[in-house]
Nanobody, 127 residues
Framework: EVQLVESGGGLVQAGGSLRLSCAAS????????IGWFRQAPGKEREGVSC????????YYADSVKGRFTTSSDNAKKLVYLQMNSLKPEDTAVYYC????????????????????WGQGTQVTVSS
């Protein structure tokens, strides 16, 4: 059974940092694309970033570029989202999603057909 479990969310003041983790199980962690998404109350889900195992390439939404960094530890089957300089508008439930096969690119990560989703972790940024 494939599972994605996010952790690391919480309450932080504006300007602070959080690191989210996405723990994957149930599929080989050789070829994949892992995306991070977020959804704020009353808003549509937004793609945040993507990382590919094949070459380690990463892509980011303009709204987080320069502040967020995604990385992976393939030995531990973990993908991280380091969030710095957080703003109140970053408040949302954050989800990771996986495509457990090789892609040519995840540049268009917001619209890719992810096979699996985690349950989400709440991030709240106070002003």
């Amino acid at each position: 059974e494939v599972q994605l479990v996010e952790s690391g969310g919480g309450l932080v003041q504006a300007g602070g940092s959080l690191r989210l983790s996405c723990a994957a199980s149930g599929f080989t962690f050789d070829d994949y694309a892992i995306g991070w998404f977020r959804q704020a109350p009353g808003k549509e889900r937004e793609g945040v970033s993507c990382i590919m195992s094949s070459d380690g390439s990463t892509y980011y939404a303009d709204s987080v570029k320069g502040r967020f960094t995604t990385s992976s530890d393939n030995a531990k089957k973990l993908v991280y989202l380091q969030m710095n300089s957080l703003k109140p508008e970053d408040t949302a439930v954050y989800y990771c999603a996986a495509i457990p096969r090789r892609l040519r690119s995840c540049r268009r990560f917001a619209s890719l057909p992810y096979d699996y989703w985690g349950q989400g972790t709440q991030v709240t940024v106070s002003s």
